[in-house]
């Protein structure tokens, strides 16, 4: 029972352009969400969260989007640059200490 | 460096035999967890730890796993008679004192190759 989606395994943008990258959940009791970021080799890093209280939260290029009626949320990343070539997955939890993670998108942005 | 560190980085071992893995969080952090990820899957949880209480355990940790942090600072994570199912990528992460919505900050993984 996958809980967080990421239905896109993978996405291309090219540099300065805007690059989004959607999570669908279907638990209704996570209210807390989070981005990571994870280069090869290396363990994810946090990008930014967001609290199911807000519907968004921005953080110099980076803005997530929470639709809690749609159970979506998306992050945008705006200009897209080359160093933000990773893989990108979302995690949600709701009350306990268990974060639950997607599958993860491949973001390739192209000089 | 303040961060994550996890030890060995790479395990390479037969099956049947038992591997232990380190975690060292960061120093001010009480709250320790493991996960483990696989090719083409986001981390899945394993288990929680708030200082030396182990106070939430995945049903993926069967018996052949066991998790401790006896001093509430590093974990250790052995798994024993490794079946090649095993083989992953064991992530640690660490949070601060506080509420639970804090964000988990990960070491590098130790990759394990069971063969």
């Known amino acids: 029972d996958q809980q967080v989606k990421q239905n896109s395994p993978s996405l291309s943008v090219q540099e300065g352009r805007i690059s989004i990258l959607n999570c669908d959940y279907t638990?209704?009791?996570?209210?807390?969400f989070l981005w990571y970021k994870k280069y090869p080799a290396e363990g994810p890093t946090f990008l930014i969260s967001?609290?199911?209280?807000?519907d968004k939260n921005e953080d110099g290029r980076f803005t997530v989007f929470l639709n809690k009626s749609a159970k979506h949320l998306s992050l945008h990343i705006v200009p897209s640059q080359p160093g933000d070539s990773a893989v990108y997955f979302c995690?949600?939890?709701?009350?306990?200490?268990?974060?639950?993670f997607g599958t993860g998108t491949r973001l390739k942005v192209l000089a | 460096d303040t961060g994550v560190s996890q030890n060995p980085r790479h395990k390479i071992t037969k099956r049947g035999q038992n591997v232990t893995f380190r975690c060292d969080p960061i120093?001010?952090?009480?709250?320790l967890y493991w996960y483990r990820q696989t090719l083409g899957q986001g981390p899945e949880f394993l288990t929680y730890?708030?200082?030396?209480?182990?106070?939430?355990k995945s049903r993926l940790l069967s018996d052949r796993f066991s998790a401790e942090r006896p001093k509430g600072s590093f974990s250790t994570l052995e798994i024993q008679r490794t079946e090649q199912g095993d083989s992953a990528m064991y992530l640690c992460?660490?949070?601060?004192?506080?509420?639970?919505?804090?964000?988990?900050?990960f070491g590098p993984g130790t990759r394990l190759l069971v063969l």
């Open positions: 120093s001010e952090h009480n709250r």
């Open positions: 995690a949600a939890h709701g009350g306990t200490y268990k974060y639950i």
């Open positions: 638990n209704s009791m996570f209210d807390y």
């Open positions: 730890f708030q200082n030396e209480a182990q106070l939430e």
């Open positions: 992460a660490s949070s601060p004192p506080g509420r639970s919505q804090e964000t988990q900050y």
């Open positions: 967001i609290s199911s209280i807000k």
